[in-house]
């Protein structure tokens, strides 16, 4: 156990967060006599679980760590995002921040459809390493089998039918309304809150918005001709804080719209999950002020009465910083450590770094040094990820421009290079701060 032949990981939580985790550790952990998987993913849904399909917007900090894992790009039809525009509800264009940030940071933004992301983050856990040119065997999934305790200093996790099992390493990724955060920071008060924010979103092909429109053209922050590759923040400018955020998916054959506006405008509670159907004739109520055109696109969408096309509602939550991601051998990582709202749209992107810094239990890492090394990831982790959600939950009650919001973190969002450099530069302001 522990062999040099690689730890044995437990993985509970097949998201965003737990998938990542999953690619980076099974090429470094296996028994190389007889070639046992020893990742294992525990998730206590289907395979096809948490894949609601709307969209989501990966920054360059994100991006860089999936390229080094072999994202395809292709494969999910990413759509590079070249800037922000802001309209107001009548349609008329605003600002434009430019976020064709390639050059500056070593990657660009690109949008996609989340469950085509979700798609391709598991066939990088567990398709065949030949396929993927990688070492180490697929990490394996264990379905609707979710994980009720754990015991973070033995390293034992017990499943819903009542099995315990060991392993060297337990990554806790169990998002938002995690079950077992609280066995590694011992304290229940943990646990996500609202923050007077409320999001519906619809994906809605663009073959559809054409139906819906008639004889009314595309939106210009819709057409490709006009919309040029931008995310577009569509802004009410009545003082509420209503916006629609809208961008390509998918190769452009379909549009994300996140519609958000405060809690008490909305009807519906989604207080046990941000998964919650949504509130259609609420919504449509809501964002009638948002110009013709896009009323009918939500009127048309939300009369579609089909499981992939249908509203789905955040009440949008966070959770105060943890004082721990770390207890024995267990790490928690991902949304479960530390859910903020899109504001900034980070929360995606904190959990692939998140799984990135388990790098430092590649090939050699010994079942003795793990507490300490998971304590070494945190101690990178946790401080960047307070800073982000800080800065996150500055968005909620003071707007300011777009540009200002996005522009204000950029450098410090999108300059991150994974664990390895941010542990050197972590010991070299140190020893200049000794020095
Ligand atoms: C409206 C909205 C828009 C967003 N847009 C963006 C964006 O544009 N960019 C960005 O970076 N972020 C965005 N985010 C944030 C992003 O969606 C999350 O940060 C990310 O999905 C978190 O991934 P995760 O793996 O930690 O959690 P999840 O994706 O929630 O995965 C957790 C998994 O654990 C499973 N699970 C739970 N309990 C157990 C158990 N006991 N045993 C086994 N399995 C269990 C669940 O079924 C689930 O599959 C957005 C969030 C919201 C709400």
């Known amino acids: 156990m ?112 989340r469950s085509d992301f979700r798609d391709e983050l598991l066939r990088l856990a567990t398709a065949p390493s030949v396929e993927l040119g990688i070492g180490g065997e697929p990490a394996k999934t264990v379905w609707n089998k979710g994980i009720v305790g754990l015991d973070a200093k033995a390293g034992v996790v017990e499943l819903s039918d009542g099995e315990k099992v060991t392993a060297d390493v337990i990554v806790v990724a169990d998002g938002v309304h995690s079950r077992l955060r609280n066995s590694i920071t011992r304290d229940e008060s943990h646990k996500a809150k609202k923050t007077g924010l409320t999001c519906y979103r ?22 490709p001709d006009t919309s040029k590759n931008c995310s577009s923040v569509i802004m009410a400018g009545d003082g509420t804080q209503r916006m ?8 452009q054959t379909y549009f994300n719209l996140s519609c958000i506006m405060r809690t008490e405008e909305s009807s519906q509670s989604a207080t046990e999950s941000w998964h919650a159907e949504g509130d259609r004739a609420k919504m449509l109520e809501s ?34 910083p943890l ?4 207890r024995g051998r267990a790490i928690v990582i991902g949304d479960a450590a530390h859910a903020m709202t899109p504001m900034q749209g980070q929360g995606a ?45 500055k968005s909620h009650t003071a707007l300011g421009t777009v540009a200002e919001r996005m522009l204000r973190n950029l450098d410090f969002n999108c300059s991150y290079n994974g664990i390895y450099q941010a542990l050197k530069a972590k010991k070299e302001e140190s020893t200049t701060m000794t020095a």
């Open 323 to 326: 004082p721990t991601w770390v």
């Open 244 to 251: 629609v955020t809208a961008y390509p998916i998918r190769h």
């Open 349 to 393: 992107n904190m959990s692939i770094e998140d799984a990135e810094s388990l790098r430092l239990l590649e090939t050699g890492a010994q079942r003795d040094e793990v507490p300490d090394i998971l304590k070494l990831a945190e101690s990178v982790r946790r401080p960047r990820v307070v800073k982000i959600l800080e800065e996150t939950r």
């Open 202 to 223: 619809v994906a809605v092909s663009t073959a559809d918005a054409q139906k819906a429109l008639g004889d009314l053209p595309l939106p210009h922050w819709w057409d």
């Open 287 to 320: 964002f009638s002020v948002f110009g013709e055109s896009l009323h009918k696109i939500l009127r048309y969408q939300v009369n579609i009465d089909s499981a992939a096309t249908e509203v789905k509602i955040w009440e949008l939550q966070d959770l105060e």
């Open 2 to 113: 522990g062999s040099e032949n690689g730890l044995r990981v437990i993985i509970v939580g097949s998201g965003l967060a737990g998938l990542t985790a999953a690619r980076i550790l099974r090429e470094h952990h296996q028994d190389s006599t007889d070639l046992v998987c020893r990742v294992t993913i525990y998730e206590r849904g289907s395979a096809s679980v948490a894949t609601g399909g709307q969209g989501i917007i990966i920054a360059p900090n994100g991006v860089k760590i999936l390229e080094s894992i072999s994202y395809d790009r292709e494969r999910t039809g990413a759509v590079p995002i070249y800037a922000i525009r802001t309209y107001d509800k009548d349609g008329n264009v605003g600002e434009e921040v430019d976020m064709d940030v390639k050059p500056r940071f070593g990657a660009d933004c690109i949008a996609l459809k």
